[in-house]
């Protein structure tokens, strides 16, 4: 058994709180807000639309774009504007991610931008960025097989855990006397009707049965955060 | 889509018939909404609502040399980023013409009207002092963007709280509960000139039915209001008439914003 | 194994809940908003029309939007997204560039529109097309062909024209049958209650000129209502309703002003 205790007192299986909308920026084809607790990201969709330059167009397909950002004070210390190397990555991982539900062929040489800005960061903001776009496509009224969900599982101290917090991200244990790191963060995007991965990255230190079990983890956690993005969609009625 | 001609006719028509598309007056504003402590990771942030634009603004705190000139004063940067989510007339990359123009307008309302009193910002003269960054992020725009920016900064500022400092460095995460230098709040306010007509609060479509805006930003003592920046923008030019008697009206409609900010600061 | 079948009998189970929602739900002729990935029916019983496709036994929803079913067939009735053209739609679109041999015109769809000379429905001459069209012209077009790159227009049509006066609005295309109603009926209600002339783009951009600004507002909020409200039935009531209540409102209004003018006039003597 696994000895490991959540600061925050969570089981090792259990998400923080998690708030979804969708239609939360007016002026964009579809849109959404996700959070897992204080990691909160915005989605706007823009699209299909006309794609220029031309040599840009493909004629088998539409053209799926990802941007993500972080606002400067939602970290705490603060963060240029702009992308950076980390951000493009992450636009590019999110963008893979998403595609693989989508039917692009319907519209093609059009494109379909999408924007995730994360409001406030405290870990997982990719998988909250992944959520919130995969409501705003489906918001959108694109096209796509399922929701994509996302959701960073961890190996802390000796525990697999999901939905990791900053502070267990930095989590270290003493070991002859000096502070080693024993976390790892496994982010993974759940296609849960297609039971596929569509975004797995990992930093740290596990073995390959350790990983099995934190897919697993994924898996089963991307089930209850699907529920919760269908609910969010679903409400649109009582507005 | 930028507005048909027929319905830039329309709305210029009914301007200057003091009318408006949503029954407004020509001078008034949308209901505004401030909601403060959007992220826990600033050490001041705001949302801003009017309408159906949406702006949200932070503030961050850093430490560093002073500059030559200005030994004992604190320093202030202003970034505004138009990013593409929040329009699809904005595009992504580094910020243009637009974005700097509105961070320059918002940076001298704050600076000239002296609302952060940046000598009270002095770690050690000539040495240490701290720095302000405001950060600026439209999320829906419907027009307004300027006013909307400054009443989101004010809010933040407003709420923001200085950081721990060790030994010279600042230690983010940790908040005392010591409140910024503040001083006169400046109020900004932009007058946008369609056809022979001034208003405010303009959505998009008015907004791009305009030949000429000009902003001021003031501030008040007692029954005296001060002008401490303006600009004057857009292809047309201006008649000096004009420009006194839309100062005279930005002057009377201050007190109105202000006392709206201040009741939803309280 | 066993765990395999009892997902499927969760998913029956689910299903025939929708099901039964679905029957119950009809007959206060509420809609059901399904979402991409979620099974909306199951069995050979029906058949996938739009917005749907089938897996396996399922009929699993392609799109989020309102879940309709008419016979066998089941579809998702878009709630929402940009205007998808379809050959023989009338839009309502925006001169954008003029070429040697037509027009570009920005119908707010995935693609540019393109009206040739051939198709603008009268005599051009050739050396200078902005005699007849002109950038920011508003122009009411037919979707005559939809290719890879374009969509190709056509104006030789009764009814197609180059719009002057009144104002544009745009609503989500997705509401445009609402707006319409069936045979019009909507439309026609709007029409004649505030005398404007309107005509609905299926793209979601319509135009309305009155003999007045206020008779035009007037007829922008009653669609606009309709735009915002895609659930609720008796539609047909409360935009007359609305209409009624606008209209008395504002000639209350009106009398108001005349009497407080009348009043100082009679002061004044």
């Known amino acids: 058994m696994a000895t490991y205790k959540r600061p925050d007192g969570r089981e090792y299986d259990e998400t923080r709180k998690i708030e979804a909308k969708v239609g939360v920026v007016k002026r964009a084809d579809g849109s959404a807000m996700f959070s897992f607790g204080s990691s909160r990201a915005i989605a706007a969709v823009y699209g299909p639309r006309q794609l220029h330059p031309q040599h840009l167009q493909n004629p088998e397909k539409c053209l799926l774009r990802c941007y993500y950002d972080m606002l400067p004070f939602s970290v705490a210390e603060r963060k240029r504007p702009g992308p950076s190397r980390r951000s493009t990555e992450i636009s590019y991982v999110t963008t893979s991610a998403l595609s693989p539900v989508l039917k692009l062929e319907a519209f093609p040489n059009a494109v379909i931008d999408v924007y995730i800005l994360i409001i406030e960061a405290d870990a997982s903001t990719r998988c909250a960025g992944i959520n919130a776009a995969s409501l705003a496509l489906a918001h959108a009224g694109v096209p796509m097989t399922e929701l994509v969900s996302a959701v960073s599982i961890g190996k802390i101290g000796d525990a697999i855990v999901a939905d990791i917090t900053k502070e267990e991200e930095d989590y270290k244990i003493k070991k002859d006397g000096k502070e080693i790191k024993a976390a790892t963060d496994i982010p993974m995007a759940i296609l849960s009707r297609a039971n596929k991965l569509s975004l797995l990255q990992l930093d740290g230190k596990v073995t390959l049965d350790e990983l099995k079990e934190a897919i697993a983890l994924g898996k089963k956690t991307c089930k209850k955060i699907v529920e919760i993005q269908k609910q969010a969609l679903k409400k649109v009625k009582e507005e | ?249 930005a002057m009377k409609e201050a007190k109105k914003v202000h006392e709206k900010i201040l009741r939803q600061l309280k | 194994m066993t765990e395999k079948k009892e997902t499927r009998e969760e998913k029956k189970e689910k299903e025939t809940k929708l099901e039964e929602r679905s029957a119950e739900e009809n007959k206060e002729k509420e809609r059901i908003v399904v979402v991409p990935g979620e099974v909306i029916a199951s069995g050979s019983g029906f058949l996938p029309g739009e917005g749907t496709r089938r897996e396996g036994q399922d009929i699993v929803a392609a799109r989020f939007g309102l879940f309709e079913k008419t016979d066998k067939i089941v579809k998702v009735i878009p709630l929402s997204g940009v205007y998808i053209p379809r050959v023989g739609n009338t839009v309502i679109g925006q001169v954008i560039d003029v070429t040697f041999n037509g027009w570009i015109v920005d119908i707010l769809a995935p693609h540019l529109g393109f009206l040739s000379v051939t198709e603008c429905g009268g005599y051009v001459n050739k050396k200078d097309l902005t005699e007849y069209y002109t950038f920011k012209d508003a122009l009411v077009a037919k979707i005559k062909a939809i290719k890879a790159r374009g969509i190709d227009l056509t104006m030789r049509e009764k009814g197609l024209r180059k719009l002057e006066g009144g104002m544009l609005i745009k609503i989500n295309p997705t509401r445009v049958p609402r707006v319409i109603g069936r045979e019009g009926s909507m439309i026609n209600i709007i029409k004649d209650e505030t005398g404007c002339n309107i005509i609905v783009g299926q793209n979601g951009v319509i135009w309305i000129k009155g003999r007045n600004v206020e008779g035009e507002i007037l007829a922008k909020k009653a669609i606009e209502l309709i735009a915002r409200k895609p659930f609720i039935e008796g539609l047909t009531e409360k935009v007359k309703e609305f209409l009624h209540k606008e209209r008395k409102s504002e000639n209350k209004e009106a009398y108001e002003v005349k009497e407080r003018g009348e009043r100082k006039e009679r002061k004044k003597n």
């Open chain 2, 1 to 249: 889509m930028e507005i048909a001609g027929l319905t830039k006719k329309k709305i210029e028509e009914m301007i200057k018939e003091g009318k408006r598309m949503d029954g407004r007056g020509l001078l008034e504003m949308r209901p505004f909404e401030i909601e403060l402590g959007i992220s826990k990771k600033a050490e001041g942030s705001a949302r801003v609502k009017i309408g159906d634009t949406e702006v949200v603004a932070g503030i961050k705190l850093g430490v560093g040399e002073p500059f030559v000139d200005s030994p004992e004063d604190g320093a202030l940067i202003v970034t505004v980023e138009l990013w593409p989510l929040a329009s699809e007339k904005f595009e992504m990359g580094p910020p243009d013409i637009q974005a700097i123009e509105m961070a320059r307008i918002v940076d001298r309302s704050l600076r000239e009207s002296g609302y952060i009193d940046l000598k009270k910002l002095c770690v050690k003269a000539g040495e240490l002092v701290w720095t302000v960054f405001v950060d600026i992020y439209p999320i829906n725009d419907d027009g307004n963007l300027i006013d909307a920016s400054a009443i989101a900064v004010i809010a933040a500022l407003h709420e923001a709280v200085f950081p721990e400092l060790k030994e010279d460095k600042v230690q983010y995460g940790e908040l005392t509960d010591k409140k910024l230098p503040l001083k006169n709040m400046p109020i900004v306010m932009t007058f946008y000139k369609v056809g022979e007509s001034f208003l405010l609060d303009p959505t998009v479509a008015e907004e791009e039915a305009a030949k000429a805006r000009i902003t001021v930003a003031m501030t008040f003592d007692k029954d005296e209001v001060f002008i401490h920046a303006l600009q004057k923008a857009g292809d047309e030019p201006l008649e000096e008439r004009e420009i006194t008697e839309v100062l005279a009206i």
